[in-house]
């Protein structure tokens, strides 16, 4: 393979590259439109375009984003424009209905609702209109059509030319997640004693609190994503239970453990232990792999579950509070490799 092509092969997976190549190409169709058409003020065109592109990357998050600024530039601009047509362009009264609109944009722009992108836009045109020079009927019309323009190339350039989907960004976080649960199981059987790994296990646990939640929202957004394959939500749900459950059995897995961890049957059976542990971290590993390469992964074999059941409930010596955590070890187990198993036997969509 020639350094040339290494190069194209590189310069494509720079999402971010090719993201802010796509902004600057937006821009220019919207120069370019508005110095066709002759607006006033066609740099709302450009401006607009930037609000929309510069901060979000992949095509879901776009629409979102569109159909929202979209819906507060028209609220924005139909308050403006009822304003000068009752009241011309009387300052005392444009600063009244400015301050109102920005008290009412604003508390929309602060909730937690779907709705909330239409805030900002919406007290940022009527303020553009009223406060504009010689504002008027048609000026208002003008500022709605530039902004709407502008939100309508950002829309079709993110869709149609080298499209970066949500769906594929939440694929590589499901990966990396599973790698990260993987690395915790790794840092809680196989690592240090908890007191000198404690920050790191935290940071850990962070992260994988952060990708789940991360995941919620490019699921959001790449059910916005109209064209191509359609996206299954269903199978995204499933999904994210079942690494919900595997995290909650592996934590639970080790607080019990870490209950019997000095009992003798422990140290008489380390080897099998370790044994079944790689075989989960094995699994792990085999499912993040499979997902990063939007491939099914292969039927999960966990062989030295069983052994150990039968090893551990035939012993009697055993105090009562070591005997509980002994069994909820090995309940919390029985969960973790179901739940694996139902993770790997899920189908692609």
């Known amino acids: 393979m020639s350094i040339i092509t290494i190069a194209v092969q590189n310069w ?19 120069f370019l439109i508005g110095n066709y058409i002759h607006f006033q003020a066609m740099q709302w065109i450009v ?50 209905v400015v301050l109102i609109a920005a008290m009412i944009f604003s508390f929309i722009a602060t909730s937690n609702k779907s709705y909330n992108e239409s805030g900002t836009l919406g007290a940022v045109t009527v303020a553009i209109i009223l406060f504009g020079q010689n504002p008027s009927v048609q000026l208002g019309f003008e500022r709605c059509l530039e902004i709407s323009l502008g939100i309508l190339i950002a829309a079709l350039v993110s869709q149609f030319i080298f499209p970066v989907h949500a769906r594929t960004h939440l694929r590589k976080n499901q990966s990396v997640t599973l790698a990260k649960i993987r690395v915790l199981y790794l840092n809680l059987f196989f690592g240090k ?34 064209f191509g394959t359609s996206f299954n939500l269903n199978y ?15 934590m639970f897995m080790f607080y019990a453990y870490q209950k019997i961890s000095a009992a003798k049957i422990i140290k008489n059976n380390q080897e099998l232990l370790n044994n079944f542990h790689q075989e989960i971290i094995d699994t792990l590993e085999n499912i993040s792999r ?3 390469k939007n491939q099914n992964p292969d039927e ?28 909820t070890f090995l309940f919390c187990a029985e969960i973790l490799v179901e739940r694996l198993g139902k993770l790997s036997a899920l189908r692609l969509p």
């Open 193 to 226: 004693p908890k007191k000198d790994n404690e920050n790191k296990l935290g940071n850990l646990d962070e992260e994988i609190v952060k990708s789940l939640i991360t995941q919620r929202k490019l699921a959001s957004e790449a059910r916005r994503e109209k």
């Open 300 to 327: 999960i074999i966990i062989q030295h579950l069983e052994t150990l059941k039968k090893t551990f409930s035939d012993v009697i010596s055993l105090e009562e509070e070591e005997r509980i955590s002994l069994d």
């Open 47 to 96: 401006i607009t375009t930037l609000v929309v592109m510069c901060a979000q990357m992949n095509v879901g998050s776009v629409m979102q984003k569109s159909y929202m600024r979209f819906l507060g530039t028209l609220a924005g601009s139909m308050l403006a424009i009822i304003t000068l047509e009752f009241f011309g362009s009387d300052f005392k009264i444009s600063m009244i």
């Open 236 to 250: 995204f749900q499933q999904m994210l239970w079942y690494e919900k459950e595997i995290i909650r059995s592996i």
């Open 290 to 292: 499979s997902i990063e």
């Open 12 to 30: 494509v997976r720079n999402e971010r590259l090719i993201h802010s190549i796509k902004t600057a190409l937006a821009c220019f169709i919207g």
